[in-house]
């Protein structure tokens, strides 16, 4: 079945989406966030297309669908612009987008968007991520789980490795050194924070270019790490 995931925080507008889409014979995932999609969509490989509304109350859809792009995901973006102004559209189709259906829209309007979307993009259940992850001068090799920084192989232990891409596919996100943690070393591990802190502090000396100042693995006081500013 053809999976859709709708963002939008506005409960009633993301019901009527999600009716109309089941009764088209879409399978649906529903986000209210951005960061709620984000997660979603990694939750969910098999997504083939993302609507994306632009007005929420963490990143805006924009956002979101930059972040689709950067990580390599190969999925369908059709952004719901509640404007008709122009700029809202060039802004969303300079992000990424691949379409845009502005509010209020019908039910048979969208899913025409995303029949055409789903066959452009070729197959219902589309190619997931690419083979590599590229962020400033970093590129990460997700087949051989090698990085390169400007094109020098950068040699990292398997869970430096793991780190490196949890915050390449979250950059500009704050995660937490628990959600860190989790993530790395499984939601089982009974063990201190103080690893995250260690093996950060390793990692910052393999690829800053100041490892006192960092540029890439930024300190979030009282919380955890970011990816860049
Ligand atoms: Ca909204």
Not at 148 to 167: P, S
């Amino acid at each position: 079945m053809k999976k859709v995931l709708i963002l939008e925080d506005e409960a009633n507008i993301r019901s009527f989406v999600v009716i109309n889409l089941k009764r088209a014979g879409y399978e649906v995932v529903e986000a209210g966030t951005g960061y709620d999609a984000l997660d979603k969509l990694e939750q969910n490989p098999d997504i083939g297309v993302a609507i994306l509304d632009v007005m929420l109350p963490d990143i805006d859809g924009f956002e979101v669908c930059r972040r689709i792009r950067a990580s390599g995901m190969k999925i369908g973006v059709i952004m719901l612009t509640a404007r008709t102004q122009e700029d809202d559209k060039v802004t969303g189709l300079m992000t990424g987008a691949d379409d845009y259906v502005t509010k209020p829209f019908s039910p048979a309007e969208l899913t025409a968007r995303i029949d055409a979307l789903f066959r452009r993009v070729g197959t219902a259940t589309a190619k997931v991520t690419s083979d590599m992850l590229k962020e400033g001068p970093f590129t990460l090799n997700l087949r051989n789980h090698s990085l390169e920084k400007n094109g020098v192989k950068v040699r990292l232990t398997q869970v430096e490795y793991a780190i490196v891409k949890l915050f390449m596919q979250n950059p500009g996100k704050p995660l937490s050194r628990e959600n860190i943690l989790a993530m790395v070393w499984g939601r089982d591990y009974v063990g201190d924070l103080k690893i995250v802190d260690v093996n950060i502090r390793r990692l910052r000396i393999k690829i800053e270019d100041d490892p006192q100042n960092p540029d890439y693995i930024m300190t979030v006081w009282g919380h955890g790490y970011q990816w860049g500013r």
